[in-house]
Nanobody, 132 residues
């Protein structure tokens, strides 16, 4: 059974940093991609960043230069996904979710990593609150 568990959310002041983690387990696939999404109050869920098994990444425009996605996939059956967020702004306040899709990568269509309908597996989310 695939499981995704996020952690690392919290409350920070504008300009601060947070590092989110997502522990993924329960699968063994040679190809996959994982992503971070967020949903702010009264807003639709939007893609933040994604990475595939080979390390190819893609970012939403608002995340470029401030957020960094990375992973520790040294084990075949588990992976930890990270999102380092720097220079946080009040508009970054949202619930942040990690997601996983198996069997394909980002090489032919990097933007698929930012589309929620490309993913099958989702975590429950972690709250990030940025105060001004």
């Amino acid at each position: 059974e695939v499981q995704l568990v996020e952690s690392g959310g919290g409350s920070v002041q504008a300009g601060g940093s947070l590092r989110l983690s997502c522990a993924a387990s329960g699968y063994v696939y040679s190809r996959y991609f994982m992503g971070w999404f967020r949903q702010g109050p009264g807003k639709q869920r939007e893609g933040v960043a994604a990475i595939d098994r080979d390390g190819k990444t893609t970012y939403a425009d608002f995340a470029k230069g401030r957020f960094t996605i990375s992973q520790d996939n040294t084990e075949n059956w588990q992976n930890t996904l990270y999102l380092q967020m720097n220079n946080l702004k009040p508009e970054d306040t949202a619930i942040y979710y990690c997601a996983l899709q198996l069997g394909r990568g980002l090489e032919t269509d990097p933007q698929r990593g930012l589309r929620s309908n490309e993913y099958v597996y989702w975590g429950r989310g972690t709250q990030v609150t940025v105060s001004s």
